[in-house]
């Protein structure tokens, strides 16, 4: 689903939901990254890219990025970036 702003901009298209909202890959090969991805991990050193469930908490490598959560079958919409330490 394509996000516009109210001037009928094209912001982006919708990757995903969790209870504070939406987000948002802003362009081809660009993500918008929730407020947790920016602060996860940074202040430890090296972090590894992974994706999350936002239904169950599964976690795994983002080269393997599934079509849904491997663990409670959530749709691929409902996987977010996350970088664990």
């Not at 939406?22 to 050193?45: D, N, P, Q, W």
């Amino acid at each position: 689903m394509t996000v516009y702003a109210a001037d009928g901009t094209e912001l982006g298209s919708v990757r995903g939901f969790d209870d504070d909202g939406f987000f948002v890959t802003t362009r081809e090969g660009l993500a918008g990254m929730s407020v947790e991805h920016e602060r996860a991990g940074h202040e430890f050193g090296e972090a590894e890219l992974m994706w999350r469930c936002s239904d169950c908490g599964e976690m795994g490598d983002l080269d393997e990025l599934p079509d849904a959560c491997p663990n409670c079958g959530a749709e691929r919409e409902q996987l977010y970036y996350w970088t664990e330490d």
